[in-house]
Nanobody
Framework: QVQLVESGGGLVQAGGSLRLSCAAS????????MGWFRQAPGKEREFVAT????????IYADSATGRFTISRDNAKNTVYLQMNSLKPEDTAVYYC?????????????????WGQGTQVTVSS
């Protein structure tokens, strides 16, 4: 059973940047797509970005396109989310998740394994 641990969250001013990391252990990291999701207070969890094992295939939510970049380092069993030009509406708990297969997907049901999340707060 894979374990996922997110880090890199924090408090940042609008327009700033953060880089989230998600370290995986206990599984075969390179065989699966990885995704980032987020959940703001009072809202449902929503898709942010996903990447396949090779890094060739990625999908971004409209809200993330042009500002966020997902990447992975299979040698380090780590996936990253670089977030630039942050906005107050990006405030949420960010979760990484491991997919069922190497096929990128935007629905949370395609991700059976989840981390505990890291808080991102963007002040105006």
């Amino acid at each position: 059973q894979v374990q996922l641990v997110e880090s890199g969250g924090g408090l940042v001013q609008a327009g700033g940047s953060l880089r989230l990391s998600c370290a995986a252990s206990g599984g075969t990291f390179r065989n699966y797509a990885m995704g980032w999701f987020r959940q703001a207070p009072g809202k449902e969890r929503e898709f942010v970005a996903t990447i396949n094992w090779s890094g060739v295939s990625t999908i971004y939510a409209d809200s993330a396109t042009g500002r966020f970049t997902i990447s992975r380092d299979n040698a380090k069993n780590t996936v990253y989310l670089q977030m630039n030009s942050l906005k107050p509406e990006d405030t949420a708990v960010y979760y990484c998740a491991e997919g069922r297969t190497d096929i990128v997907a935007i629905t949370s049901t395609q991700y059976p394994s989840w981390g505990q999340g890291t808080q991102v707060t963007v002040s105006s």
